[in-house]
C-alpha cells in the first residue's frame, strides 16, 4: 500500500471532525501530517499523548526519558506490554508509534531534563509543540519555558496530582505565552491555605492510575490536535482541572506575559 493511500485511507473518519477546528479540513491534516513534537516524559501521559498524536498523523517526535519499563508501568503506561520489560521507554514507546503510524521518525534521547542545556542538547529548535509530561524535577515547566522561550516554540503541560487531573497550559511564546506569568496570575488567584497546602505537598502523587492518566492524556491530545490545526485551543494561556472524585472541569483564567522586554 503506497503512503499516499495510506494517508488517505487512515484519516477519512477523522478528517470530518477536524471541521470543529477550522473550514478547511484538507489543510489541518496536513498540518499534522508535517507536524515535529517533543514529549519530554513517555509515561502515563506523555505516552498516551504520543499515541493519540501518532494515530492522528504525526510522524516525527523526538522522545526525551531516561527510564526503562518495569512492571508497575504495565496498569497504568498502556504503550507498554510484558515484552517490553527492561528495555528503554524511548526504544519500547518508537516500536509502538511505528506500529500505528507507518513511516514514523523517532529520535530517542534517554537523558533527564534539569536544565536548558539537558533541552538544547535533546531537542531541535524547530519542533512545532514540546508535550511536558515528566513529573520531575518540580521546576521542569519553567525550565522547559525559558528554552521555548529563545527558540519559540509552543508548549503544552499536562500530569496527574492526588483526585486531580490537569491539562495545559499551552503556551505559545510568539502569543505572549509565558509560564511564569502564567504561574504568577494563577498562584495569586489561591487563598493563603491553598498556597500553603501547594509548598507542602509540590513532589509527585506517591501514586498512579490508569484511567486518570488515560483521560488526562487524552484531553491533552485533543487539545494539542486543536491547536496544530488551527492555532487555537480551550487551553491556551490557561489550564484545566479535572476533579476525579466529582467529574467537574474548570478552567484557570487567561494569563498573558508581562515580563518587562529588554531592548
Request: hydrophobic share 40%.
Amino acid at each position: 500500500m503506497t503512503g499516499r493511500v495510506f494517508a488517505a485511507e487512515s484519516y477519512a473518519r477523522q478528517v470530518d471532525y477536524l471541521g470543529l477546528f477550522t473550514p478547511d479540513t484538507g489543510a489541518a491534516q496536513q498540518r499534522l501530517l508535517a507536524a515535529r513534537i517533543g514529549v519530554i516524559g513517555i509515561g502515563g501521559i506523555g505516552g498516551i499523548v504520543a499515541q493519540h498524536l501518532a494515530a492522528a498523523g504525526v510522524g516525527r517526535f523526538w522522545l526525551v526519558d531516561d527510564d526503562r519499563v518495569a512492571l508497575h508501568n504495565l496498569n497504568r503506561q498502556f504503550t507498554y506490554a510484558r515484552r517490553d520489560l527492561g528495555r528503554p521507554k524511548t526504544e519500547a514507546l518508537a516500536d509502538y508509534l511505528g506500529a500505528i503510524r507507518p513511516g514514523a521518525e523517532t529520535v530517542g534521547v534517554r537523558r533527564r531534563v534539569a536544565t536548558t542545556g539537558d533541552l538544547a542538547a535533546s531537542l531541535p529548535g524547530d519542533l512545532d509543540l514540546v508535550v511536558v509530561a515528566a513529573d520531575t524535577p518540580p521546576g521542569l515547566p519553567a525550565v522547559v519555558s525559558d528554552w521555548a522561550a529563545g527558540t519559540g516554540t509552543p508548549t503544552a503541560i499536562g500530569a496527574v496530582g492526588v483526585g486531580v487531573g490537569l491539562w495545559g497550559p499551552v503556551l505559545d511564546p510568539s502569543r505572549g505565552g509565558c509560564w511564569s506569568c502564567f504561574e504568577r496570575a494563577r498562584r495569586a488567584g489561591l487563598t493563603d491555605r491553598e498556597r500553603e497546602i501547594e509548598d507542602r505537598s509540590s513532589e509527585p502523587a506517591p501514586f498512579s492510575f490508569g484511567p486518570a492518566n488515560t483521560v488526562v492524556a487524552a484531553m491533552l491530545a485533543h487539545d494539542i490536535v486543536e491547536f496544530l490545526c488551527s492555532g487555537t485551543c480551550p487551553t491556551l494561556g490557561r489550564r484545566a482541572a479535572l476533579d476525579f472524585t466529582r467529574q467537574q472541569i474548570t478552567h484557570s483564567e487567561e494569563s498573558m506575559c508581562t515580563c518587562p522586554t529588554t531592548s
